[in-house]
């Protein structure tokens, strides 16, 4: 086993982790009472790292790891009695946990310099509706009440830095979408994003009364807002500063 790979592993995956933490895991799942050299950290740690390396045959080629990693001389059957203790795989199972966690949130962090580095959430509001038996339509009533008169719709603000669902809610199809977007007064460092369904002037407003939220969301056509700036290339084109959007739609386009 190469000990210097070990070793250059080790310090990557110990960013994840705190010694203090790992410790006090252990010792809340009764895997150790007492740290001596067999710690849960060390222990933890080994394997995740041992096992990263390569295909591990046999327990010897875990305790040799063990042994390279922190530069000891631990017996082999101290070392094989930790792992014989049935609190042993569910500590592991909760420090796999924590590192795909963490794993996933580096993989999508946005690059440095990049303007979504700002946002602490990015929420994506959308829903989905789905029929449901014909004898519940005076409860859950259906948009389209000729093809499905009764239905539910399934609404969810979704977290794509952390692809975990912030809400879900499930109300009658006939029940309005744009009500159910996050609350912007509870938000900071946000963009919220969605369809043509939540475009309300009034949650616009509330949007831009937050200094740190920001929100994209489609609307109809048939808009006709008052256009601030316009930016071309990073130039700006002030004759057409504070024109309605119709009277300069053509010549910008």
């Known amino acids: 086993m190469n000990k210097i790979y070990i070793k250059q592993l080790g310090n990557k995956c110990k960013k994840f982790f705190s010694e203090k933490t790992l410790n006090d895991l252990g010792k809340s799942l009764k895997l150790a009472s007492r740290c001596r050299q067999i710690t849960p950290y060390r222990l933890g740690m080994a394997f995740i790292t041992v096992l990263s390396q390569h295909e591990i045959k046999t327990i010897a080629d875990l305790h040799r790891g063990f042994n390279n990693l922190f530069g000891i001389n631990i017996a082999y059957k101290p070392f094989h009695n930790q792992l014989r203790k049935k609190q042993f795989p569910v500590f592991m199972r909760h420090m796999l946990e924590h590192l795909l966690n963490e794993f996933a949130y580096q993989s999508l962090a946005?690059?440095?310099?990049?303007?979504f580095e700002i946002f602490k959430k990015i929420l994506l509001q959308d829903g989905s509706s789905f029929a449901v038996n014909p004898k519940l339509k005076d409860k859950l009533p259906g948009r389209f009440s000729h093809y499905n008169p009764a239905a539910v719709e399934l609404h969810v603000a979704l977290d794509?830095?952390?692809?975990?669902?912030?809400?879900?809610?499930?109300?009658?199809?006939?029940?309005?979408?744009?009500?159910?977007?996050?609350?912007?007064?509870?938000?900071?460092?946000?963009?919220?994003?969605?369809?043509?369904?939540?475009?309300?002037?009034?949650?616009?407003?509330?949007?831009?009364?937050?200094?740190?939220?920001?929100?994209i969301i489609k609307a109809t056509s048939a808009i006709n807002p008052n256009v601030k700036k316009v930016l071309i290339d990073d130039k700006q084109l002030k004759k057409f500063s504070n024109k309605k959007l119709k009277d300069i739609k053509e010549k910008i386009i």
Do not use: H, W
């Open 160 to 215: 794509l830095y952390s692809e975990t669902p912030e809400t879900i809610i499930l109300t009658p199809d006939t029940n309005a979408e744009a009500q159910y977007l996050p609350k912007p007064e509870q938000l900071e460092d946000t963009l919220i994003m969605g369809d043509r369904g939540y475009f309300k002037k009034d949650y616009m407003y509330r949007v831009l009364q937050q200094s740190s939220v920001y929100c």
């Open 110 to 115: 946005f690059n440095k310099g990049s303007p």
